[in-house]
């Protein structure tokens, strides 16, 4: 029971260590695009295409990001 408990807790570990640098990866990248928009430069395509990634960029930060805090309470 020890060995499942310490199990779950390094699994728990390592899977809040992979979402940290998902979300910094997540966020890096909507900078990038938020950047990109500001410049004044993009087609209306582009424009289109870079909103709608920034908004599924933000569906994913906000659910990686309650994932971390669950774990991170535990």
Request: charged share 35%.
């Amino acid at each position: 029971e020890d060995q499942q408990v310490v199990g779950h807790l390094v699994y728990e570990k390592r899977e809040l260590e992979t979402l940290e640098r998902e979300i910094l990866a997540l966020e890096a990248e909507k900078a990038a695009l938020e950047e990109s928009l500001s410049s004044g430069s993009l087609g209306v395509d582009e424009l289109t295409a870079q909103s709608q990634r920034i908004a599924e960029l933000i569906g994913l930060i906000d659910e990686k990001t309650m994932r971390w805090l669950l774990l991170s309470e535990r």
